[in-house]
């Protein structure tokens, strides 16, 4: 088994940055995909990004490409999230999973989900 807490989230204005971060603990964080995933108030959970147990493949959702960039450091059993450019409808809790499957673009969760960690945009 593995345990994901988040951190990093926090009130930013538009146009702001913020990184959200994900240490594990249990099982090595490499013998996983990782991916994060958000959900806004109302909304179903929606997938946000994904990144390769080596870190050479990444996909990411057309909401957030070019904005948002997943990283990881397997030594450190971290996973993070960068994210430039918010807008408001970026707002939601932002969710860590450690992913079942990752192939050809395709990332399937696992049960394993961090407790999140709100972003709100707002001016």
């Known amino acids: 088994q593995v345990q994901l807490v988040e951190s990093g989230g926090g009130l930013v204005q538009p146009g702001g940055s913020l990184k959200l971060s994900c240490v594990a603990s249990g099982r090595a964080l490499n013998m996983y995909p990782m991916g994060w995933f958000r959900q806004a108030p109302g909304k179903e959970r929606e997938f946000i990004a994904a990144i390769s147990r080596n870190g050479a493949d990444t996909d990411y959702a057309d909401s957030v490409k070019g904005r948002f960039t997943i990283s990881r450091n397997n030594y450190l059993k971290m996973v993070n999230l960068q994210m430039n450019s918010l807008q408001p409808e970026d707002t939601a809790v932002y969710y860590c999973?450690?992913?079942?499957?990752?192939?050809?673009?395709?990332?399937?969760?696992?049960?394993?989900w961090g407790q999140g960690t709100q972003v709100t945009v707002s001016s």
């Open positions: 999973n450690a992913g079942s499957t990752y192939y050809s673009g395709d990332y399937r969760p696992s049960n394993y």
